[in-house]
């Protein structure tokens, strides 16, 4: 049986939903980054907060994923997560906002605060905000 010569990348999020023919596809995986080429060994392991890049031909594209799983196959590259944005959707402004209302709650220190929803918004922005810089929009 002959290997493939292209992955298909399937990712869901509540807000977005990709699929796309790809060459290679570099993931954030909860032991640390990974990447996938056709063929490659089955598995299955938990997704970090961090960003995916996939390559078509010689273009890459990237997202910011955050809280979700990854299911690899020969074939094909499934990525369900909590949280999953398009470099080219984020906004600089709109992730520092983001920043500061999330420093604001974290310094206010009442007990019934919900930290790990604050943690994973910060993380969140965190990595809008590098992403952005990757596109030469800023800076980190």
Known sequence: MA???KLTL???SPDVTISQEVDYVSL???E???GVLPGHTPFFTSLRTGVVW???GGQKHFLMVSVGF????????TVLAQVAERAE???QNRAEAGMTRAEEVMAVVDHDIDFERVRLEM???LQQLASEARRGGGHV
């Not at 990854?70 to 590259?77: D, F, G, R, T, Y």
Request: glycine letters at 6%; a negative charge.
């Open 3 to 5: 290997l493939p010569t």
């Open 10 to 12: 399937h990712i869901s």
């Open 28 to 30: 954030p995986g909860s």
């Open 32 to 34: 640390g980054d990974f």
């Open 54 to 56: 996939y390559q078509q």
């Open 70 to 77: 990854v299911e690899v196959l020969p074939e094909s590259v």
């Open 89 to 91: 959707d984020l906004d």
């Open 123 to 125: 993380l969140r922005t």
